[in-house]
């Protein structure tokens, strides 16, 4: 199994960044997929969440500003960020949960830096 994240990296306040999470080894189409982001010294906080079906939720401090999609026929899932912050620096990861059985997947991070 393999969730490999990538398109992270340095952007400026008010700046865009798409980050992807390319999975493999599993049945993509029967898990829930997520992004969970840690910001430095601090826990993991649950961003947003794209269900089987393409139904998304976010948590307040993506809501308006994340936008989260999957494509089942690349098993890929992405986070598309405008209008970013300087709190939403964090290493950003990639989850996948199993819609029965609760198996739960985590990729390894990709760190996005917002600064000037």
């Known amino acids: 199994v393999q969730l490999v994240e990538s398109g992270g990296g340095l952007v400026q306040p008010g700046g865009s960044l798409r980050l992807s999470c390319a999975t493999s080894?599993?049945?993509?189409?029967?898990?829930?997929m997520a992004w969970v982001r840690q910001a430095p010294g601090k826990g993991r906080e649950w961003i947003a969440t794209?269900?089987?079906?393409?139904?998304?939720n976010y948590a307040d401090s993506g809501k308006g500003r994340f936008t989260i999609s999957r494509d089942g026929a690349k098993s890929t899932v992405y986070l598309q960020m405008t209008s970013v912050k300087s709190e939403d620096t964090a290493v950003y990861y990639c989850y996948a949960r199993h819609v029965i059985y609760d198996t739960e997947y985590w990729g390894k991070g990709t760190l996005v830096t917002v600064s000037s």
């Open positions: 794209v269900s089987r079906s393409g139904t998304t």
């Open positions: 080894g599993f049945t993509f189409r029967s898990y829930v």
